[in-house]
Structures are given as C-alpha cells and as structure tokens.
C-alpha cells in the first residue's frame, strides 16, 4: 500500500535490521522473472540490494516488498487466475503506458510500487486495460443489487478499531464528505 504521507520504501527489515534494496522497477520486473523459475537461489537475488545483503532468509520480505500488499479489495471469489504477466505483457504495458500516463518505460525511472499502482490503475481504453479484463472476465448471472453488494463487501475499508477512532472518523466525515 502506498501511504501518500510518507515517501515510498527503500528498505526491507529482516532481523530487525533495515537493509537498502534498488526499488526501479526494472530490478522487481527480474525479480518476478527470477521467481517464476523453479530452481532461484537466494544468491540469485543479491542485485537487489544497494550495500549489505542479509545473513539471514530474506524471501519472505523481498516478496511482501514485491506485493506491496494492501487491505483492499478483499477476496471476492474470484478465479485466481493472472490477468497479467510483466514479461509476456511488455509491449502491452509499454504501449498503455505511453498512452495513459505519457510514461516511456523504456526511458523514465519509476519505484516499483508506483509502477505497479500504476499498472492497477490502466484505464480500460487502454490495451492491456482490455486485456486483462478479457482474462478476468467471468460470466455472472446474479442481479445487479447483487453484484453491487459484493463489490461493497469487496471493497469495504477496514473496521475502525475503537470507539474514539470511530468517533473521529465520524466527526472528519461531516466535516468533509457530509455524510
């Protein structure tokens, strides 16, 4: 998730040290490449670091760095399936790049997780907006107060955890959104 408060990470903590990693998005695009394989090493992935390397296992955190996890949407039943692979879909993304956001992947330097929001948030009328929605397409037959529901669901923020925060939420929301 991309805290718009904070600048974008450029470290993984493994052991309770912080160790600086490249973020280009280059590096992350070999980084996806190197673990589809089925025979990586974690020396295989030592490019990633600027200095110091861990003495320690440090997949678990080059991958949560990688996904960049965020707590929306929520598992809506889905397939599961890809809707986009960064190698076989390269000229795709170069292309609704370009078109969407004027970005010249080949020439601008992005982090990794403003391109990977960025490639969330291709429009449609873009080709690889149409192709991954193609790839994600399934066919539905529930009515569309149904449909509605379950992207509510999907999409719903977390809970607020207690009462003052809930009181404080509700407060900025009047003040701000008059709901």
Do not use: C
């Amino acid at each position: 998730m991309i805290k718009l408060h904070k600048p974008l990470p450029n470290t993984i903590t493994v052991g309770g040290r912080g160790f600086l990693v490249k973020t280009d998005f280059r590096y992350w695009l070999l980084f996806y490449e190197l673990i589809k394989q089925d025979d990586v090493k974690l020396n295989d992935l030592y490019f990633l670091f600027e200095n110091d390397i861990p003495n320690e296992d440090f997949s678990k955190e080059l991958v949560e760095f990688f996904t960049n996890p965020n707590s929306t949407p929520k598992d809506n039943g889905g397939s599961g399936e890809n809707v986009i692979d960064y190698i076989e879909d390269g000229e795709y993304i170069y292309s609704s790049f370009k078109y969407a956001y004027g970005i010249d992947l080949l020439t601008d330097n992005l982090h990794w997780h403003q391109f990977k929001a960025l490639v969330i948030g291709l429009p449609n009328n873009t080709i690889m907006g149409q192709i991954m929605g193609f790839r994600g397409y399934k066919k539905d037959t529930r009515s569309f107060d149904k449909v509605q529901e379950e992207l509510k669901r999907t999409w719903a923020l977390p809970k607020v955890k207690s009462k003052e925060e809930k009181e404080i939420m509700e407060e900025i929301n009047s003040q701000f959104y008059g709901a």
